[in-house]
């Protein structure tokens, strides 16, 4: 389960691993991440969510340069709502990858979500965290960012 999942990402991760394994794992969590997110009755989408989620706890504590760890997280604390646990997390991602526009959209999303339920003081902070992931983003992604900015910008 969990634990052999981590172990084997750590065996890739510090190069003990030369089997080639590393793009199964990559497909591996893909593949729970899909099931978590789209399958099954609401007790066991709300178990896996949570397996899913301390697995990814366990690869950013051991792999904190890792961006694409962070913003899985992210995308996971989003699902239940947990914005503010994204909020306080974040800036460690960012040490680690401070260019990282995944990190800052999913930090800016959070910082919205929290001033959208009420925390004001989040509303500039969000528009600060998208304006720089709009700053790093590929061309291509930057419509999606631009949709949060807007949202953004019509809140009281």
Same mark, same amino acid.
């Given at each position: 389960?969990? /634990? ?16 080639? $394994? ?12 899909? %099931? ?17 989620? *301390? ?6 504590? /051991? ?8 913003? %899985? ?9 947990? $914005? =503010?646990?994204?909020? /306080?997390?974040?800036? =460690? %991602?960012?040490? @680690?990858?401070?260019?990282?526009? *995944?990190? $800052? ?6 910082? $919205?979500?929290?001033?959208? @339920? ?16 709009? =700053?790093?983003?590929?061309?291509? @992604? ?15």
């Amino acid at each position: 389960g969990r /634990d052999q999942l981590v172990a084997a990402f750590k065996l890739v991760k510090t190069g003990r691993d030369q089997s080639g $394994y590393s793009s199964r794992l990559t497909q591996e969590l893909g593949k729970m991440q899909t %099931a978590f997110f789209d399958y099954g009755e609401q007790q066991s989408l709300k178990k896996g969510r949570r397996a899913l989620e *301390q697995v990814y706890q366990r690869l950013t504590a /051991d792999f904190p340069q890792d961006p694409s760890f962070w913003t %899985a997280l992210a995308r996971i604390q989003m699902t239940r709502g947990a $914005y =503010q646990q994204i909020v /306080d997390n974040m800036p =460690q %991602a960012l040490r @680690h990858a401070p260019n990282d526009w *995944q990190i $800052y959209l999913a930090l800016g999303i959070a910082q $919205y979500s929290l001033a959208s @339920h009420g925390q004001a003081a989040y509303k500039s902070r969000a528009e600060a965290s998208l304006n720089k992931a709009r =700053q790093l983003a590929p061309k291509k @992604h930057r419509s999606k960012v631009d949709q949060y900015l807007q949202n953004l910008r019509r809140l009281r």
